[in-house]
């Protein structure tokens, strides 16, 4: 397999109905656009948290960019991360507890926050586990999940880490796995002879991961910060480079 090239984003939280009191949110979409046309990769992977604005056409617009697939959180467009499709057809959204393959790269995803399943976006713990353990016995290159796991050192005590995330990565055993939902710096760690990647893209510093794969594997990864201008600046033909 020839060597692919990976964007890792999360968090992105793109609200264009924000743009009078929140203009680097407003710029979400321009700003993700800008990262795709720098940077050339052959397959984006989202670990959720798109928001309000990221509907339908917006996904598709970026989908016409790039290949994308993701997962959802807690802060999305529902109908429009499941109604989106890349340009072959194919969901961009990763069906829970499944894998997909791209250019010889298997990626799973087990999408949504833990919680009671009052809401739309909840995965009770049982469920979560449940969902991993469907990817046990197959070969994952990259796992997805919203949160990131509780026993990784992200930050000294990982207080957001779930200990059923950590569970459900021990069980599957990817070659990587990708979180975001919490505001922790940009990082791969390696711990417990595995490689965690976590990715916090909102702005204004607008952080994310370049990652290059060959035979399923990560040989190389670069950590990049691209900061949001406001959207004015945006609209008059500038956005920042990192």
Avoid at 9 to 24: I, M, Q
Avoid at 158 to 165: A, D, E, L
Wanted: net charge negative; charged share 25%.
């Amino acid at each position: 397999m020839a060597r692919l090239r990976v964007l890792f984003v999360s968090d992105v939280h793109y609200r264009p109905d924000l743009a009078g009191e929140d203009p680097p949110r407003a710029a979400g979409l321009a700003k993700i656009e800008e990262i795709v046309r720098r940077e050339e990769p052959d397959l984006l992977l989202g670990a959720g948290d798109w928001d309000l604005g990221f509907d339908k056409d917006a996904f598709e617009e970026l989908a016409a960019m790039t290949y994308v697939l993701t997962i959802y959180g807690n802060h999305e467009n529902r109908e429009g991360i499941r109604a989106a499709r890349n340009a072959d057809g194919r969901p961009i959204l990763i069906p829970d507890g499944d894998a997909v393959e791209f250019d010889g790269l298997v990626v799973a995803g087990i999408s949504g926050n833990i919680g009671s399943g009052r809401k739309w976006h909840h995965k009770r713990p049982e469920q979560f586990e449940a969902e991993a353990s469907s990817l046990s016995e197959r070969r994952v290159d990259v796992l997805i999940t919203h949160e990131p796991p509780s026993e990784v050192p992200f930050v000294p005590g990982n207080p957001y880490g779930k200990r059923i995330v950590s569970k459900a990565v021990m069980m599957v055993r990817p070659g990587l796995h990708f979180s975001g939902h919490v505001e922790y710096p940009t990082q791969l760690v390696k711990h417990g002879g595995m490689k965690f990647l976590h990715v916090d893209s909102q702005p204004p510093a607008c952080e994310y991961a370049v990652g290059a794969f060959e035979d399923g594997e990560l040989r190389e990864l670069r950590i990049r910060r691209s900061p949001v201008i406001p959207l004015k600046e945006t609209l008059a033909g500038g956005l920042g480079v990192g």
